[in-house]
């Protein structure tokens, strides 16, 4: 293998790992990635706005998320050290994944909202094939909204 | 094939990356990466050839590493260097994959079928894994901290008959048949005799250490 050959697959390999790592919410490609789908930017887009190259990006992506659990006292301090470490922006990094943590919480209950109504739909059908006007043991106490309107 | 290798990392390397993953510097999986992930998929896939095995063998490392980042407690430093540690974690993953498939196939996975380089033609995914893993698990484990039954049996071996005489070739990794032939003395004997018996041997070999390997687990 040639060192232009062994330098392609190198850099193969590590974009490999960057969108595997980038899956994993440990992982600070997971929160750049969420944050590039919900404002439509590109990985290359993302890089000028943190002041970096797209080789950074691969490197940055692989790097543990600051503030991820085990470690949330230490998001200020680890902000401060990647961006020395590749030499970007401070504040926008730390906005970038402040605003992708958020988008992905607001997924999160979106899910969960969306689960808890799907169950109540599923008990009001077995209620309604039972037709005895016996209570399906399935079914929520109360609906999501009515839980909702009582707090 | 042995000089194309990527260099592994140090020691003096290795040791640095652990400290960081041990530290959570956000930055100690940016490390590890760039250290082990391309000698150890050059290593692997010196080992199993077939070029339908290669993405499976780049996502294992790949996931080896992710999950190490996240877990370094259950690597022991004074066992042996982190190379061979992460090195057999991933073989394990590539070995049950393969079991798996040979299950879900319902027929042991042949490479006899496949193009190959020469020597390795009438190897089954399972021995190549054992002939890595092999010389991997007697560095990790240090000779002094041997279990007496381990040093035993590899001794009942060493002194066997034919399969002491090719022990050390094979631990070596030499794959070329005329090497073992004349650590048999069977060197003038016709090439397809000679290839024969190698082979015979070195699957007798393999069979006893794939057996103690499952006592051992």
New interface residues.
Partial sequence: MTAENQNQEMDRLRRRAARRFSEDPFHLGFYLSHYCAERNVTQAELALILGCDENAMTSLGVCRAPGVPGFEHRFEEDVELLSTEFQISKSQLADIINNARFFVSSQEGAKTTFSIRKSYAIAAQDREEAGDGTISLSRPEDPPDAIESRR | MKD?Y?PKPTREREAQIYQMLVE???????HL??AF??PM?QKLKSVYTHHSLHDIV??VV??T??RF??DVGRFEPARGSLWHYLLMDAHGDIRNLAKSATKRSGCMISLDDVELEPAERNESIETQAINAVWPAFLEYVPEGQHPESLIEALNTIRNAPELGAIFDLWQEGVRETDHYAKALGIQDWPSDKRKQKVKQVKDRLITRLRRLGEKLQ
């Fill in positions: 194309d990527a959570g510097h956000p930055r100690a999986q940016d990466v760039r992930l391309f998929v780049d996502d790949i996931d590493l992710c980042g996240k």
